[in-house]
């Protein structure tokens, strides 16, 4: 009843593109944008920020680059890994290269490394398409892991091979290293994540991103009605992984604070994002936030029920766990190969016209 | 002839062993590819289900045992008998066809027109659930798997080489079950070939890999060919997982040479079956010589994770439908 656009009337163009043209939905933005800064902080605590809150923020940033990749673009990449791994291993060499330099500048900075590293890995993909391209991602994921696991330059020819996330600090607050807390390191985050999707959620809808799902529906199409394949496959590739490295980055400096390559960026990452933006559902940034939450928490909850409830050994959970997401995996796609974000498309137009349908 | 040219022989030799069983596995994800048009990425947790379906009834493991104990509280594992291994064989392969029908009944059939990427991602799915399903079915530790085949050097072959260096080269090592393997491969492509030139099926398989709407106007079932091919698919399947089984144990890396078997695919074309065969040689032999000229003495080794990858990327630039691929043609 009251989730309908009558009565909101748009008097400028302005108005009419904005992107909640419905006024509860507005509000309702809001609201969680005020829930997340101003409650969220106050009241979470150590499980909760290391289980649940902080992995949700920085797979979504991770799942919004891949989907803007895979599902605005097209181009199907299985590398995510390898450039979480460089934007990892470009926020430690900066952090430790120069340990004046603001952290906030070091995941900025990794994530157009890693935009950069990520243009090359596109280049490919001017003459390969489809599943061929796929595969050639994963050039990029065995070449990366294996570049950062055996040139000693990267980890500061550390003898164990890890890198370990030096105290950086904001105001005097820490924000990386062993002091941290667990409100500031989830605004910290929280931060990156609504910048990074504002600014995702408005270049798809430009000139940039129309151009790239005119490549995504058909290329040979698109080139000729004069859109510039080079440029949209590339610029794809260069947001895509500055995204990307930009949440490796995090994932390094913020949450794990300790990285092994080959443990953590490995190829299971690269499918664990995937997975992500298929089950929220490809091109569209809110289903990058539905399947990030929905990756994160499922592990959590399976976890708890199975081991905290009934009480079954640890890996008896996992091989159920993986079961499990496999067959979700399945099950969505078969019921609603569009993702959460068309379920959700669908309740909306639902609650447009109830209680009255017809 | 100087004791580092055998050395190279040698590793060459290795690697075309090492390729043989590469395009074993591709060999399956290139029959599926042609009759449905799926990239099946669950062909490596296929090989590796199958590997431990084939050594749980071999050995009388109870199903499931493990989940049972811990539900119920018993200690039930073994039935305590051992199946002779031509009828594991064969319980193993009705296992595989009764996969085949079920993945048929409850995901292609659901997704028949869907998008290939849509297709992809399904069998990524089914690979995660085959994966966890296997190891609570059978549990996950590293298991033998002992078929019969003898391991080790081959002696005939070290004992007939020897002649070729000096004093003190003592022959080519090649170990004896990648020599079966090779054998074992060739006779499967020979009798793939034959089957689908010469009999009605394959002739059926052929029609549907062609045009899939022309098959079905003439009165092909697409359902029942899409079952016999994932039971060929698993089929092959299993002979390769006996093989990477034996050769190094029954356990969760064997699911990982369907990442392996990926650049032969890319390399040899996705549709053609003398593609993944030549493919998957070049690819074993180029990543043996590359580590040994190159990868081991200048990169500090282990290269052979990225440079199949590298070297088939480096080839589709040239030739994007790969060696013996279909060429693509794009129409607007």
Known sequence: ?358 | MSADFLFGVEVFLNGLMAGVMYALVALGFVLIFKSSGIFNYAQGVMALFAAQTLVGIQTGLIPFSHMINAVLGTKVHHFGWNVPTVVAILLTVGVMILFAIIVEKLILKHLVNQEPIILFMATIGLAYFLEGFGDLMWGAEIKKLDIGIPQGGNIWVEENTAFLGGDDFFGFYLDTLDIYAAVIAALLVTSLVLFSQYTKTGRALRAVADDHQAALSVGISLRTIWVIVWSIAGFVALVAGVMWGAKSGVQFSLSLIALKALPVLMLGGFTSIPGAIVGGLIIGVGEKMFEFLIGAPYLGGATENWFAYMLALLFLIFRPQGLFGEKIIERV
């Not at chain 1, 995996?329 to 137009?349: C, M, N, T």
């Open chain 1, 1 to 358: 009843m009251i989730y309908r656009e009558v009565g909101d009337f748009k008097t400028t163009y302005r108005d009419d593109g904005q992107t909640f043209p419905i006024k509860f939905d507005r509000l309702r933005y809001y609201v969680v944008l005020a829930v997340a800064f101003c409650i969220v902080p106050f009241i979470v605590n150590d499980y909760w920020t290391n289980a649940v809150l902080l992995p949700f923020l920085i797979y979504a940033i991770a799942a919004i680059g891949l989907n803007i990749l895979t599902g605005y673009c097209g181009q199907v990449s299985l590398g995510t890994g390898g450039f979480m791994a460089v934007g990892a291993y470009s926020c430690y060499k900066l952090m430790t290269g120069f340990p004046d330099l603001n952290i906030v500048f070091c995941v900025i900075l990794s994530g157009g490394i890693t935009a950069l590293v990520g243009m090359l890995f596109g280049l490919p993909s001017l003459r390969i398409k489809g599943f061929y391209l796929a595969v050639a991602t994963l050039a990029a994921q065995f070449f990366l892991v294996w570049l950062f696991n055996k040139v000693s330059w990267f980890y500061n020819y550390s003898a164990s091979g890890q890198i370990n996330a030096p105290e950086r600090t904001i105001l005097g607050v820490p924000i990386t290293g062993a002091g941290t807390t667990a409100p500031v390191t989830y605004l910290f985050c929280l931060v990156f994540v609504v910048v990074l999707a504002i600014l995702a959620r408005n270049l798809t809808r430009g000139h940039l991103g129309r151009s790239w799902m005119a490549i995504r529906d058909m290329d040979i199409a698109a080139e000729i009605i004069g859109v510039n394949p080079l440029k949209a496959k590339l610029t794809a590739f260069g947001i895509s992984s500055f995204y990307i490295g930009i949440a490796g980055a995090l994932l390094f400096a913020v949450y794990l604070g300790a990285v092994e390559v080959g443990e953590v960026f490995g190829i299971q990452k690269s499918f664990l994002v995937l997975f992500m933006i298929i089950i929220g559902g490809l091109g569209s940034i809110f289903g990058s936030f539905a399947g990030a939450a929905f990756m994160v928490l499922l592990p959590v909850f399976l976890k708890n029920v199975l081991v905290g409830g009934l009480g079954w050994p640890t890996d008896i959970a996992t091989h159920v766990e993986f079961a499990i997401v496999g067959a979700l995996i399945v099950v969505f796609l078969i019921l609603e190969p569009h993702g959460l974000a068309q379920l959700w498309k669908i309740i909306k137009e639902k609650l447009r016209l109830w209680p009255f349908p017809h």
